[in-house]
């Protein structure tokens, strides 16, 4: 067994687990979630992109059932769901819902960032926000929107470069 066989076999395990404890108890969806979306990231890189999409399909629809139950609710976890989304929707050649989900995320990043003063440490968010945007890149540039790329990816590199500047232990 390879290691990314026995990682995936884990992630399966773990996602089985979490959904027995979500059947039983609905709180316990936001575990699932991560779950699926830790699976999906495994099965991509195991080269297994279908099924890695929906792995990650789920995920999305966990957080967004959740957002939309509890409006108040941090989405942090729904746009770093959407990020993986897109990017395997990428994989599997789906550009438009790819950028389309990216666009999304993005979006959601962006309102977060303007949020952070009053809620997680703006390093986190920002982070986020750039690794959205380079999701975001990826997807312009598969839709042959190569300035829009260029300016998604100089944006996100400028997020990390100021981290950088104001707290290097974070990288």
Same mark, same amino acid.
């Given at each position: 067994?390879?290691?990314?066989?026995?990682?995936?076999?884990?992630?399966?395990?773990?996602? *089985?687990?979490?959904?027995?404890?979500?059947?039983?108890?609905?709180?316990?969806?936001?575990?699932?979630?991560?779950?699926?979306?830790?699976?999906?990231?495994?099965?991509?890189?195991?080269?297994?992109?279908?099924?890695?999409?929906?792995?990650? *399909?789920?995920?999305?629809?966990?957080?967004?059932?959740?957002?939309?139950?509890?409006?108040?609710?941090?989405?942090?976890?729904?746009?770093?769901?959407?990020?993986?989304?897109?990017?395997?929707?990428?994989?599997?050649?789906?550009?438009?819902?790819?950028?389309?989900?990216?666009?999304?995320?993005?979006?959601? *990043?962006?309102?977060?960032?303007?949020?952070?003063?009053?809620?997680?440490?703006?390093?986190?968010?920002?982070?986020?926000?750039?690794?959205?945007?380079?999701?975001?890149?990826?997807?312009?540039?598969?839709?042959?929107?190569?300035?829009?790329?260029?300016?998604?990816?100089?944006?996100?590199?400028?997020?990390?470069?100021?981290?950088?500047?104001?707290?290097?232990?974070?990288?």
């Amino acid at each position: 067994m390879s290691p990314n066989d026995s990682s995936v076999q884990a992630s399966e395990e773990l996602v *089985q687990a979490c959904r027995r404890l979500a059947a039983a108890d609905p709180a316990q969806e936001s575990d699932l979630a991560l779950a699926l979306t830790r699976l999906s990231n495994r099965l991509s890189s195991a080269l297994s992109a279908r099924k890695a999409l929906l792995a990650a *399909q789920e995920a999305v629809h966990l957080y967004q059932r959740q957002a939309d139950a509890n409006p108040q609710h941090d989405t942090a976890p729904l746009a770093r769901a959407l990020n993986v989304f897109a990017l395997r929707l990428a994989e599997v050649g789906r550009r438009d819902k790819a950028l389309f989900e990216s666009e999304r995320a993005v979006s959601m *990043q962006r309102m977060r960032v303007k949020g952070s003063r009053d809620g997680p440490p703006l390093s986190a968010t920002a982070t986020d926000l750039a690794d959205s945007l380079e999701t975001l890149a990826l997807c312009l540039r598969e839709s042959a929107r190569e300035q829009e790329s260029r300016a998604a990816t100089r944006e996100a590199d400028e997020i990390r470069d100021h981290l950088r500047e104001h707290r290097t232990d974070h990288f």
